[in-house]
């Protein structure tokens, strides 16, 4: 090359600057930004400092992103380990586990389940949902709460509230008692549930709020009557939970609702692909407490009624590809497609 100054230089004559740590480039931007005591200009933080990051994000939102893990699923997961070290050591210590109670196919019946992400099975649905709210309550961080939902300061009866109602988490049953009851006489559908759960799950997380004893009812019931409003095309008035819960007044429910809404951020979207993590992550609550969903034998009925669905969707895919088949071929001006013969050796 002959000249001095090449392109091509030697890894030995420009030794590579060693990389900083984040510790030092943050220092560094701290130090460009420091400006005389003669001038005083304010410090403006740029705006990719002050977004969130990605991960903090789905971690802290998991009813707004679909790669975020569900609150529910994750504080059952005590319990569900304790269970399982429980059959573990009843299984060797030759302990009977009774009568199986989940259905298996075999060559002359076949079982299947009717509950699917577009229709799920209204029953098993709310028992998955209140069994998620009950963890949400028995595994709670603390007890912060908010007057609007407190149950001593907001009754929905006139019966007296106990003295310890702040102290004892409620059954599973109680809860599911509740919140059935509700979806019976206000004939809610099981889509419903799920975005209610979307919805508590929201409140918990915007608000900074624990799901307790003495508030549960009251937040369940105002994610309820939100979701019921935004899912079904034809919504349930608060007038109408009034004649449900005869006690409580239209006030207080359009109240709770206001503030149910602000403390949302009036943020009532629920994404395909978050609805459809919560039904999956229900179905696995379902399954590590042994809550099966209904299967039914396939009948003849069934069956042809399977086959008939499967047939259609065939014939919608099989003229799609014709469709598409012909586009490419308008394109290139070819008449036919040729196919060379296989070679079977």
Request: aromatic letters at 8%; hydrophobic letters at 35%; proline letters at 5%.
């Amino acid at each position: 090359m002959g000249n001095t100054l090449s392109c091509c230089v030697s890894p030995e004559s420009s030794p590579k600057q060693a990389s900083r740590q984040p510790a030092e480039r943050l220092e560094e931007i701290q130090t460009s930004t420091e400006v005389s005591d003669d001038v005083t200009v304010p410090y403006l933080q740029h705006i990719s400092d002050r977004e969130v990051p990605e991960e903090l994000a789905l971690e802290c939102n998991p009813s707004d992103h679909a790669r975020a893990s569900t609150l529910f699923l994750s504080k059952s997961q005590t319990d569900v380990r304790d269970k399982r070290k429980s059959n573990h050591i009843n299984h060797f210590s030759h302990v009977s586990p009774g009568p199986l109670s989940k259905k298996y196919s075999s060559c002359s019946t076949i079982f299947i389940d009717d509950s699917t992400v577009s229709q799920p099975n209204l029953k098993s649905t709310i028992k998955c949902v209140t069994l998620a709210i009950y963890y949400h309550i028995k595994n709670r961080d603390s007890d912060r709460s908010m007057d609007i939902f407190d149950e001593k300061l907001h009754p929905l009866s006139r019966e007296p509230v106990p003295d310890n109602y702040a102290y004892v988490d409620p059954e599973h049953k109680l809860i599911y008692r509740f919140v059935r009851t509700l979806f019976s006489a206000a004939q809610l559908t099981a889509e419903c549930a799920i975005v209610t759960l979307v919805y508590l799950e929201r409140l918990l997380t915007y608000a900074e709020l624990d799901i307790c004893p003495a508030s549960w009812k009251r937040i369940v019931l105002g994610a309820i009557l939100l979701a019921s409003k935004v899912w079904d095309d034809q919504a349930v008035w608060n007038v109408d939970y009034c004649q449900i819960l005869k006690d409580i007044t239209v006030e207080d429910m359009n109240e709770m609702e206001r503030q149910f809404l602000e403390l949302l951020q009036f943020n009532i979207n629920v994404p395909a692909s978050v609805y459809a993590k919560y039904y999956f992550d229900l179905r696995q609550l379902a399954e590590d407490n042994n809550l099966n969903f209904p299967l039914e034998p396939l009948n003849n009925q069934r069956a042809q009624k399977l086959e008939a669905i499967s047939r259609l969707c065939e014939d919608k895919y099989k003229d799609l590809s014709r469709a598409a088949m012909r586009r490419s071929l308008s394109a290139d001006n070819l008449i036919g497609i040729r196919r060379s013969n296989a070679v079977l050796s």
